[in-house]
């Protein structure tokens, strides 16, 4: 990969970018193929961030119709009926992103997500997933990690007001400005069936942890037990939810408060996307691709959390403790 110059059409093309995070990152972005499954609406937001940064290559994977509900939060969908009836969302957010660049290949893979072997997946350098199972989300952060070539993955969850983004990019090196000196640091990613099995009293500062991350965890256990889909899901699951809830907290001898039933309610409200709010998480997961692909700044770990109520984004690092620490 850095063995390759840049062509002078990119260089023209991405000379802005370019003085900011120099050649390299740009040759290594030109260079990196990204699948992304699931075409909701802050998707959406995210594949126009890297389509403009100009990545090498785009694969959607979302054979959904095209929905009121989804023309709503997804703008890459035109108003127009003609265009888009018979057609899946991503055959039509295909069309629409092309616009946005050239230069980057933009291509429509069509299937079931869980139904993909490994040998898919190695075409990728990075793996974007939404509105899938949990099971499902663990399924393929497997089969990234036992790649190779260290597939980077990601999965979003926007829920109304509320976003989720998970991160793991197992062992990623990567420079960060550290006073008036630019340092070299290695971080290490525990697999997405780790960070959400933790058991909740051994989180560092436990009590300050985004109410967020317990919140999503109940809801998600719900829907697994369920066998529903994200987002099918209602208010009327709402006495469930907080049955499975006071299950959980009981089991691990947590308090109930940190997970209110204000924000479950919420979650449980959010079936519909917040466009304000798939904006902000679709350009922090753009953000954090370009970080972990150009190796440029300290990205993620391993969780982020958006609430539009308070306005306040939080990262937390839901990760095992260190014994030594």
Known sequence: MQGEELTEQETALYDRQIRVWGADAQRRLSKAHVLVGGMKGTVAEFCKNIVLAGVGSVTLLDDSPVTEEAMNANFLIPPDEGFYKGRSISEVCC????????????????????????????????????CCSLSTKSAINEICRKSSKRIAFYSVDCRGSCGEIFVDLQEHSCTKKLANETVECILQYPSFEEAITLPWKILPNHKRVSKLYFAMRVIQRFEESEARKPGEISLADLPNVLKLKKELCQAQSFNESQIPDSLLERLLLGKLEFPPVCAIIGGILGQEVIKAISRKGQPIKNFFYFDAMDGNGVVEDISKPNPAS
């Open 95 to 130: 069309d629409s992103l092309k616009d946005f660049n050239p230069m980057v290949h933009v291509s429509v893979e069509k299937g079931d997500l869980s139904s993909f072997n490994a040998d898919f997946f190695e075409k990728f350098d990075v793996v974007v997933i939404s």
